[in-house]
């Protein structure tokens, strides 16, 4: 075979320019074994999204890609480099922040105190001032008790805290959950402006919905596998696929 | 001078001078448990042994160096609180993934080693430590007398009580503290480094104990087993004020003393069993401590 064949097959699968380049990933919640071999990649300034059902392993694929896995193995890399040894502390100052499905709000620290919580990790962060802007409620309450605020101010908050560091890659676990349509497309907005300005965003959704209004393409994740990959532009034809996965 | 239920003044603000000292000695202790066990989660019982350590590094240093007892008020913190640091490197961090119990057994075996091994060289009779020249004297009340050094104490325990409240509440290194206290594998996640947030934790947290110990040297002799019987009734204390609560601790130190102080006035059977009752009965009606949350 040719080189060129090689070439193509692998502009095909992209992983050539990936920022992020997952492969054979597994993971573990102490003795149970959750990831059996994820692979998917993501490219520079790229909206992706993992759905799935409860349960499929998505959550613990974003935990594993920040290290936050008491045991993982196989390959992750952040910009070409090797990530599966390296602790969240050290993989978080390559530049890539988290948002956790729970949110992670601190309870003894004010809204402002969790702002400002994560270290600046590059210069281009977001000002307090532009933050305050973006999100009016939270400059309005920030010396409240971070989760005195309403579950839509802490999502805005969990948010706003990670774009501050000046991290560009951005994993996003089901920012959209419980949240009422108003915020939802509020966050919407926010995810958009966010990759026009050149982020790169991982996003856990249920909501495909909300997921199809963002993303470029979407991995399908079920047992702790990624089983397909569906660009954006062809969700509709592929829309019964989606729902058989999904179970919707 | 009037009297309350037949006691005279005099002796009642004795009693109460006491109470506030005994009371400043559980609030440093128990304020240095609190803050070792929010963020570590063991349950230190070395605690009493180090505070006795600060005691014999501060008798050391005047003895051995000549080095007196203001620079020794810093100089022994820093040294045991060293010390700490090296226990908690090699050994402690260990267990963090484990059960409670481990680390129980573990601090509490150390400090075992450790009053051996100081009842072995010093002996059990205890060495003397004299009262710096400056805080010699004392001064007359009108309703009592307020020795000089104890009265410093207080001030004393109090500055520290209060500084370490203000740093870990309102400052930003203090929302580092609490952060971690909550959910370290997020702040974790943040970039900062929480393993050696938590080593200096507990270099912190053994450093209060050995200040408390520097203050106690001049007052009591400086005694292998001084911690011994100290640390069990700040045990009682945190327990009453509940773990990890920065305030509950401080406060509930100094508000024990007091009535172990008046329980010494009104009922002097009972002042050695008052904070135990207390305990009991908060151990029933609010189980996880006067300041503790339920979560």
């Known amino acids: 075979m040719t080189d060129a064949t090689t070439m193509e097959t692998r502009t095909e699968t992209g992983t050539r320019d990936a920022l992020l380049e997952v492969s054979g990933l597994e993971g573990w919640y102490g003795e149970s074994h959750v990831l059996h071999g994820v692979d998917f990649h993501v490219k520079q300034g790229e909206v992706v999204t993992l759905l799935g059902r409860n349960g499929a392993g998505k959550t613990t694929t974003i935990k594993a890609i920040m290290g936050l896995l008491d045991k993982r193995r196989g390959s992750v890399k952040l910009g070409g480099r090797e990530t599966i040894s390296l602790q969240a502390r050290h993989i978080a100052r390559m530049g890539i922040a988290i948002c956790p499905e729970e949110r992670g709000i601190f309870s003894s620290l004010s809204v402002e105190e969790n702002l400002h919580l994560p270290p600046k990790l590059a210069e281009d962060g977001l000002s307090t001032d532009r933050i305050f802007e973006l999100f009016p409620n939270l400059k309005e309450r920030r010396r409240s008790q971070g989760t005195k605020l309403s579950g839509g101010e802490q999502q805005m908050l969990a948010i706003a805290r990670i774009l501050r560091t000046g991290s560009k890659f951005l994993l996003l676990d089901e920012p959209t959950e419980g949240l009422a349509p108003v915020i939802v497309q509020q966050i919407g907005r926010t995810i958009s402006a966010l990759k026009e300005e050149g982020f790169t965003i991982v996003l856990v959704e249920q909501n495909f919905r909300f997921a199809a209004s963002v993303a470029d393409r979407h991995y399908v994740v079920e047992q702790g596998r990624v089983v397909d990959m569906i660009p954006n532009h062809a969700l509709d034809a592929n829309i019964e696929k989606l729902h058989a996965y999904l179970g919707v | ?295």
């Not at chain 2, 509950?248 to 069993?273: D, K, M, N, Q």
């Open chain 2, 1 to 295: 001078m009037f009297e309350l239920l037949g006691v005279p003044p005099q002796v009642l603000m004795g009693q109460l001078l006491i109470g506030l000292i005994n009371g400043s000695f559980y609030a440093v202790l128990s304020l240095g448990l609190a803050v070792i066990f929010g963020l570590l989660n063991i349950i230190n019982f070395t605690h009493g042994a180090q505070y006795m350590m600060g005691a014999f590094v501060a008798w050391m240093l005047l003895n051995y160096l000549g080095i007196g007892y203001w620079p020794a008020l810093v100089l022994s913190p820093l040294v045991v609180g060293a010390i700490g640091i090296v226990l908690e490197r090699t050994m402690i961090s260990r267990l963090y993934k484990l059960d409670h119990l481990y680390g129980l057994l573990l601090t509490f075996g150390l400090a075992l080693i450790i009053q051996g091994l100081f009842r072995n060289y010093y002996g059990v009779s205890g060495l003397p430590y004299a009262i710096p020249p400056a805080l010699q004297g004392g001064q007359n009340l009108g309703f009592m007398f307020l020795p000089n050094y104890r009265g410093w104490v207080i001030v004393a325990s109090v500055i520290v009580c209060f500084g370490t409240w203000f740093m870990i509440e309102k400052t930003r290194l203090g929302a580092y503290l609490r952060a971690a206290t909550e959910n370290p594998e997020l702040v974790g996640a943040f970039g900062i480094n929480v393993p050696r947030m938590i080593t200096l934790t507990y270099g912190f947290g053994v450093g209060l104990a050995a200040f408390a110990g520097v203050l106690a040297a001049p007052i009591y002799s400086v005694n292998p087993n001084m911690g011994a019987d100290l640390i069990i009734v700040v045990f009682a204390v945190v327990v009453i004020g509940g773990m990890g609560s920065i305030m509950g601790a401080i406060l509930t130190g100094f508000g024990l003393g007091i009535v172990e102080g008046l329980t010494r006035v009104f009922y002097p059977e009972g002042s050695a069993v008052v904070i135990f009752v207390i305990m009991a009965i908060v151990l029933m009606i609010k189980p996880e401590g006067l300041f503790g949350s339920s979560t």
